[in-house]
């Protein structure tokens, strides 16, 4: 976690490329069927991983690896296919996106496998996740915000629920199943781990626990409804 993602110099990535993925960035996230994974819900994301990457002490280096990871790893959607192939196709154009801007290649990795991480959670056994090494914290930091609607409050956490179905239902799933099925999986296994959350917070007792109760109602309505 030394230096940042972009260490071959000061002056960034080159302009071209800037303006080319930053197009591509903008045209993903106002997409029509965007309705959860927004240009609003990015900027939020990113303000969360602001704060945890203080609050946890991230070096620079793994403070952009969180950074680049939030950005594109919903790059590309796929509401009718399994997560692991939105998140494999995300990685592509990440690499992609770090071969044109001349991006280290073990910074490279680890974006990648923050990527991946985030589609591969539902039928993972808690503790698959990697406790320690040096992906450890990146990947606490970058999996809480991503996960951070989890804490909202009851309703905050309810709208963001229905921009999830309404976002699965764009492509194929009219009747909700697909999207019941994965998502009863996803909140099976949070409920499932220690901790929902890894990383210090301003309030962590108090979002944990709005957490358990928001994924414990859902899973109970879900399970009803199936």
């Known amino acids: ?106 910074s490279v990795e680890l974006v990648a496998q923050l990527i991946e991480q985030s589609a591969a959670l539902p039928g993972l056994p808690a503790q698959a996740l990697p406790a320690d090494g040096p992906a450890a914290a990146p990947l606490a930091v970058f999996l809480d915000c991503v996960w951070s609607t989890l804490g909202e409050s009851e309703a905050r956490y309810a709208r963001s629920v229905a921009e999830l179905r309404l976002e699965s239902s764009y492509e194929h799933d009219e009747t909700g199943a697909t999207f019941a099925q994965g998502r009863m999986a996803l909140l099976e296994e949070m409920l499932r781990r220690d901790a929902i959350f890894r990383c210090k917070a301003t309030d962590e007792a108090e979002l944990e626990a709005r957490a358990r109760k928001n994924v414990d109602a859902e899973l109970k309505r879900l399970t009803q409804r199936a």
């Open 1 to 106: 976690g030394g230096g940042g993602v972009n260490d071959g110099g000061a002056g960034g990535f080159p302009e071209s490329v800037q303006h080319r993925w930053w197009g591509r960035l903008r045209d993903a996230y106002c997409a029509a069927g965007r309705h959860h994974h927004t240009m609003d819900r990015l900027r939020g994301t990113l303000a969360c991983a602001e704060e945890l990457s203080k609050r946890n002490g991230l070096g620079l280096g793994h403070r952009d690896a969180v950074f680049f990871a939030i950005l594109f790893h919903r790059l590309v959607s796929k509401p009718s296919a399994p997560p692991v192939e939105s998140a494999r196709a995300s990685v592509e154009a990440w690499r992609s996106f770090a071969s044109e801007a001349g991006i280290h290649a073990p």
